[in-house]
């Protein structure tokens, strides 16, 4: 039994975010890169939880392949501090024979919408955006790759377009919060030796993603 002098009191509790196993990052040294900084600026919705998706344009003079050297998050508010959990980026594609420009076109610079509803209602197609390119969660850094690997993007030598999906916490239903995040993406034309990518492994997650109730153990199966 602890004494009182140990009791760490009503205002010493909380949760913190700490990296425990991985090394802390060198400088990174973002001179004679390009960045592309991406904003995704949201009224968060009055509900405990919600994902939120946003459609975004590479810059229209990235007309060749491009390898991306790092990826930094930037949360500018306290309020996006706050409510901000996590947030992946995925890369879009058309189906075949349709044009990008005419799909996503219209959806850039739109506030977005729940990624998580019926198709009738969805505001962005995210079953076409299915490639993971990168990923923040909070207590995350910025993330820079070896000096001779590159992550590819603009691979069709044309501007490509991006989702970003954004969980947002909200367990007091505050309500016209504005929350704004933005990804800083260091590039450049310059092609690397190596090529990075992601491999995604185990059960994707969906809605026929259900642990049942009152179950001890639960098995989850990935397919590769």
């Known amino acids: 039994m602890c004494s009182s002098d140990l009791y760490h009191g009503g205002s010493s509790r909380g949760s913190y975010s700490a990296n425990l196993l991985d090394p802390p990052n060198p400088p990174f040294d973002e001179s004679g890169f390009d960045k592309w900084t991406l ?4 009224t968060m919705p009055k509900q405990p939880t919600s994902y939120w998706c946003t459609i975004h344009k590479s810059p229209t003079n990235y007309i060749n392949k491009r390898h991306v050297v790092a990826f930094n998050t930037w949360l500018s508010t306290a309020d ?6 996590h947030l992946t980026m995925y890369r879009c594609k058309a189906p075949d024979g349709v044009d990008p420009d005419k799909l996503f076109g219209p959806l850039v610079g739109h506030e977005g919408g729940e990624c998580y509803v019926p198709p ?26 070896p000096d001779d690997v590159g992550y590819p993007i603009n691979e069709d030598g044309r501007p490509e377009y991006m989702m970003v ?27 690397r030796a190596q090529e990075a990518a992601f491999a995604v492994l185990a059960h994707s997650v969906t809605f026929s993603h259900i642990v049942p109730g009152n179950t001890a153990t639960y098995t989850t199966v990935g397919h590769c």
């Open 39 to 42: 904003v995704a600026n949201t």
């Open 80 to 85: 996006s501090l706050r409510h901000t959990h």
């Open 120 to 145: 009738e209602q969805q505001v962005i197609p995210i079953d076409l955006c299915r490639d993971i390119i990168y990923g923040w969660a909070v207590g995350g850094r910025i993330m820079s790759l």
């Open 165 to 191: 999906q954004i969980h947002y916490d909200n367990p007091d239903l505050s309500e016209g919060v504005r929350v704004e995040s933005a990804i800083e993406i260091f590039n450049t034309p310059m092609l």
